[in-house]
């Protein structure tokens, strides 16, 4: 059980482009979903926590306006980066969870890289 | 909100020697401790986690411990083989929050 898609696992972008990280729990219904970050060689970083139907709660310091997080479905949440720039290139990671119960299972993380 | 210290950054061991990674966190609510083995360019893996009614657990050769006064829960894995080589991430959280990770120990094992 808690089985978890996230796609692409890589991308690579140009500058002032966007992009899209699908995140699927393929066989449960994610009432909440974390996104953390990670830059190299350090540890996961929550940025936002999204409920099903909601807006997402945003970490002190994350732009709501750049990195869009969508959460319509249970089983379907994504993470778009807006306007991307070279610091946004970070390994992105998606956890999806019941409501009550721990978020225990993670994606296999997307690598951005922005060029 | 919590905070979790993770102690060491780097760990080298011979293969078949013990590791013993160890972690701290400040919330006295915190009632959920899972080990992660990351390895690169991979989302973490659950390797073992333990709840706060229980001081021990073990599966195979990997064993979590907890000591709730101390807030302090340890990592110790036997008979390392090469390739349990990887970063490992300790957590704390309550249900339905979110994960709050340690700074990580890179662990190699020389064959």
């Known amino acids: 059980g808690a089985v978890v898609s996230q796609h692409p696992s890589w991308v690579i972008c140009k500058s002032g482009t966007s992009v899209k990280i699908e995140c699927r729990s393929l066989d449960f219904q994610a009432t909440t979903m974390f996104w953390y970050r990670q830059f190299p060689k350090q540890s996961l970083m929550l940025m936002a926590t999204s409920n099903e139907g909601s807006k997402a709660t945003y970490e002190q310091g994350v732009e709501k306006d750049k990195f869009l997080i969508n959460h319509a479905s249970l089983t379907l949440s994504t993470l778009t980066v807006t306007s991307a720039h070279p610091e946004d290139s970070s390994f992105y990671i998606c956890?999806?969870?019941?409501?009550?119960?721990?978020?225990?299972?993670f994606g296999s993380g997307t690598r951005l890289t922005v060029v | 909100g919590e905070n979790v210290e993770q102690h060491p950054s780097t760990l080298s061991v011979q293969e078949g020697d013990s590791a013993v990674i160890k972690c701290t966190y400040s919330d006295s609510a915190s009632n959920y401790f899972p080990w992660y083995k990351q390895e690169l360019g991979k989302g973490p893996q659950l390797i073992i986690d333990i709840r706060s009614n229980v001081g021990e657990k073990k599966d195979q050769r990997i064993a979590v411990t907890l000591n709730k006064t101390a807030k302090h829960f340890s990592l110790h894995i036997t008979e390392t083989q090469p390739e349990d080589s990887a970063v490992y991430f300790c957590a704390a959280s309550k249900p339905g929050n979110q994960f709050y990770f340690g700074t990580g120990t890179s662990l190699t094992v020389i064959p």
């Open positions: 956890s999806p969870s019941v409501k009550g119960n721990y978020g225990y299972t």
